[in-house]
Nanobody, 116 residues
C-alpha cells in the first residue's frame, strides 16, 4: 500500500533552517509529482511546493519563494523540503502528498515550530 513518512521537523529559531524528508513506498515513485503542504491551527491546509516526476519542474507558494527548496531523489524514493530563513509564520504541521488517481495520499505530518 502507499505510504508516505515525513521526518525532520522540530523547533528552530527565527532565521534558522530545517530539512524535511518524506520517504515513499508502495508505488512507482519516479513517475509521480510530489508536493509538500502545511497546516497551522485554525487555518486551511495550504500547498507549499510541488516537484515534477523528474525533478526539473518546481512550483512554490509566494510566501516561501526564495526561502524553501523542494527536491527529490528517485533512487531513494524520497522527497525533501529545505527550509531556510524560517519565520514564526512558517510554524505548522508539514505534510507530504501525492495524487495517484483517483486518490490523494498524505503522510502523518511533521511539526515545525519557529520560535525564539
Amino acid at each position: 500500500q502507499v505510504q508516505l513518512v515525513e521526518s525532520g521537523g522540530g523547533l528552530v529559531q527565527p532565521g534558522g533552517s530545517l530539512r524535511l524528508s518524506c520517504a515513499a513506498s508502495g508505488f512507482t515513485f519516479s513517475i509521480y509529482a510530489m508536493s509538500w503542504y502545511r497546516q497551522s491551527p485554525g487555518k486551511e491546509r495550504e500547498l507549499v511546493a510541488t516537484i515534477g516526476s523528474a525533478g526539473g519542474s518546481t512550483n512554490y507558494a509566494d510566501s516561501v519563494k526564495g526561502r524553501f527548496t523542494i527536491s527529490r531523489d528517485n533512487a531513494k524514493n524520497t522527497v525533501y523540503l529545505q527550509m531556510n530563513s524560517l519565520r514564526p509564520e512558517d510554524t505548522a504541521v508539514y505534510y507530504c502528498n501525492t495524487f495517484l488517481w483517483p486518490y490523494n495520499y498524505w503522510g502523518q505530518g511533521t511539526q515545525v515550530t519557529v520560535s525564539s
